[in-house]
T-cell receptor
Framework: QKEVEQNSGPLSVPEGAIASLNCTYS??????FFWYRQYSGKSPELIMS????GDKEDGRFTAQLNKASQYVSLLIRDSQPSDSATYLC???????????FGKGNQVVVIP | DAGITQSPRHKVTETGTPVTLRCHQT?????MYWYRQDPGHGLRLIHY???????DKGEVSDGYSVSRSKTEDFLLTLESATSSQTSVYFC????????????FGPGTRLTVL
């Protein structure tokens, strides 16, 4: 089993809709969770971090964490064409300086 | 934006030649990382550093070495480049022991012919 899995294929959403991305992880000791956005040809950009169970909202982005089920999700509300990018899930644990990354999910927002 | 630069930004080299990539930061962060990103594999950690002269291997360290003689600089060396090392290389920095909040440099696109 991969350490961090993002299984969904490319996601196409109409402008103004909600985009929903999911990520599962295998290490139960994981304690820090991140979503990065990466535009084509650019470097990953940190958009959300979450450490506790529940929801965390930042603008149009909401991260949801469920440690018992070992998944973390990202919701993008009122999707805009500028949200078209690949979204990377990353997971870390205290005492370990490294992050494990999923392969990413491509989101395409259709005007 | 975090103050991270990478040089060169693009490089084409031939198999068997040595290559050194440089990551420079102005944030005085303790932790620095080198990743490679390839289609179908995502971001994979090559080496990382947790202080001057303190480095450790990541998941794909074979064929790579690193050095960190100053807080601000982290060098990645391919001693003898191979075509399988054609990739986009990203440097990242973090000030947290949790590996959290890593900020990435602009990347170096390396092609080994």
């Amino acid at each position: 089993q991969k350490e961090v899995e993002q299984n969904s294929g490319p996601l196409s959403v109409p402008e103004g809709a909600i985009a929903s991305l999911n990520c599962t992880y295998s290490d139960r000791g994981s304690q820090s969770f991140f979503w990065y956005r990466q535009y084509s040809g650019k470097s990953p950009e940190l958009i959300m971090s979450i450490y506790s169970n529940g929801d965390k909202e930042d603008g149009r982005f909401t991260a949801q964490l469920n440690k018992a089920s070992q998944y973390v999700s990202l919701l993008i509300r009122d999707s805009q064409p500028s949200d078209s990018a690949t979204y990377l899930c990353a997971v870390g644990r205290y005492g370990n300086n490294r992050l494990a990354f999923g392969k990413g999910n491509q989101v395409v927002v259709i005007p | 934006d975090a103050g991270i630069t990478q040089s060169p930004r693009h490089k084409v080299t031939e198999t068997g030649t040595p290559v050194t990539l440089r990551c420079h930061q102005t944030e005085n962060h303790r932790y620095m990382y080198w990743y490679r990103q390839d289609p179908g594999h995502g971001l994979r950690l090559i080496h990382y550093s947790y202080g001057v002269k303190d480095t450790d291997k990541g998941e794909v360290s074979d064929g790579y070495s690193v050095s960190r003689s100053k807080t601000e600089d982290f060098l990645l060396t391919l001693e003898s480049a191979t075509s399988s090392q054609t990739s986009v290389y990203f440097c990242a920095i973090s000030e947290s022991e949790r590996g959290a909040d890593q900020f990435f440099g602009p990347g170096t696109r390396l092609t080994v012919l």
